[in-house]
């Protein structure tokens, strides 16, 4: 090897060895007599000493190296003088008395540095070069980690990873799929899975009653923080299991993971909240729970007492946020604006504030009296010092916006806080969702959830109203995985697909395979998968999972550092049989 010790290693307890180290310059310091420079590795930063005194020559060419040079050398550990408590080598230096340079750095276009002055675009265009800074190393380092507990876990409790292949046909999980053509049968196309839920389904059926694996998923959706066109799933499946059995194994997957990464241990069981019920109190499917704050529902304490907006209102709603009641106007006017975004899009917002002295103040004092005021503190909770507010309009909406104030005002009162974990589930979610657009309904999880036994006669009368076997888990807001209990039956599984508008021809055609294996002994089975990327990022801290894959897409779904997407030559597309409409111009 090019080295005996690598450059984070070396301590006091090494003094007066010889070593040889490999690695990138840091930084370089001249200081007259003497140079300094930081060699950088994986590892760590160790001081290198070149002094004009006893080695001139040596000296001379090392004031000459460049920034991110990779060099070679070898030289005596010795005690430092100043020693550098920041950093694991920081009590020790080398006198180096030889030196090759390995390759040569052009300077490199933004410090390889913690704080670096590159932007986000030309970091990106030289991902391999930011993949040398601290944080993004760091990153790389927890997925490792977070990545060896998930699988030591599994493989404890006897699940096998087992691969399913890429090329597949489309896998309906609600996004758009990437495809690609096939040379070989011209005009035809693979689509890259969505997951691999029908081809874990078929493992069950093959008698691999635990699956997992860590595998690519690709969805054409739009981009978001929290989103990339490929991520990783942990995707796992079971035999012979009902929810409540999934719900274990994976609660205990999250404590173990928990306990080995941030050395948390979580005694209670995570707390369990219906999807009804999680919208009726939070407004969301994936309610942040590290806060209270629970929305109370206020028609009969608000209507009828002249306020038209109330009135007419199918839902009002309010919030008590504790300790508000000395926001300013100016404060208060910002929480008006921020309901009333386009994204949000509520009207107004109405709020109350609980004074010391047990009087309220609120924007809709000419409509309400004091005593009025009290009966919705009453119902809110709120004591002397609180701010209620108070949203109103069609359920769905004022539900929705209500989500989105609530997390401002968890935000705003400090109560969001990072390194708090509060974990739950969302169990019993809806079997469909009613897609208005297309005044149809869709699989609110996959077509492949089976619904509640006993709600199944719903379906042929108000199928909006029947619930899953499903089920997400949430930590501090973030749906961090989800899944479902399987349909096994080949009836049921055609009934299904009929319910959500596809043709017998049409079920048979893209989900034939899967009904055909479910007439050869299919085991009753579920399964979730967890978003590894998301996961990792919840332990870094950060929301963006972009920083915990190595090369990941910008906003645009671009690899601006290898130019993807890009067109291909005309030879190609002429031996896929394909022809591109020309493109616009960029
Ligand atoms: N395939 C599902 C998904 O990607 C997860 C599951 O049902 O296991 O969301």
Known sequence: MLRTNNCGELNISNVEQIVTLSG????????????????????????LVFNMETNAELCEQARKLGREFVIQVRGLVIERESK????????????????????????????????????????????????RRNPLKENLMLRNKVGFAVRSYLNKMEFMEVETPYLIKSTPEGARDFVVPSRMNPGTFYALPQSPQTFKQLLMISGYDRYYQMVKCF?????????????????????????NDIIEIFEGMAKYVFKEIKNIDFKEDFPRIKYDDAMRLYGSDKPDIRFGMQFVELNDVTQNKGFKVFDDAELVVGICATGAATYSRKVLDKLVKFVQKPQIGAKGLVYVKCNEDGSF???VDKFYSQEDLKAWADKVDAK??????????DTDHTRNAMNELRLEMGERLGLRDRNNYAPLW???FPLLEWDADNERFHAMHHPFTSPKIDEMHLLETDPGKVHANAYDLVINGVEIGG??????????????????????????EQFGFLMSAFEYG????????????RLVAMFGGTDSIRDYIAFPKNNSGQDVMISSPAGIADGQLEELGLTVNAPEEK
């Not at 969805?219 to 929810?243: G, K, W």
């Not at 299919?522 to 990327?533: E, R």
């Open 24 to 47: 990138w310059v840091q930084k370089n310091r001249d200081m007259g007599g003497m140079t300094f420079i930081d060699l950088r590795d994986r590892y760590g930063i160790t001081q």
């Open 84 to 131: 550098n408590k920041k950093i694991s080598t920081g009590e020790i230096e080398i006198i180096v008395d030889s030196l090759t340079i390995l390759n040569k750095s052009k300077t490199p276009p933004f410090t390889i540095e913690d704080d670096t002055d590159g932007g986000e675009e030309i970091r990106m265009k030289y991902r391999y070069l930011d993949l």
């Open 219 to 243: 969805r054409d959706e739009d981009l978001r923080a929290d989103r990339q066109p490929e991520f990783t799933q942990i995707d796992c499946e079971m035999s012979f299991v009902e929810q």
């Open 361 to 363: 103040k609120s924007s």
């Open 384 to 393: 002397a010092g609180d701010l209620i507010l108070v949203l109103s309009g």
């Open 426 to 428: 969302v169990v019993d």
């Open 483 to 508: 899944g479902s209990i399987r349909i096994y039956d080949k009836d049921m599984q055609s009934q299904m697909f009929t319910h959500l508008g596809f043709t017998k021809e049409e079920a048979q």
């Open 522 to 533: 299919a085991p009753p089975h579920g399964g979730i998968a967890l978003g590894f990327d």
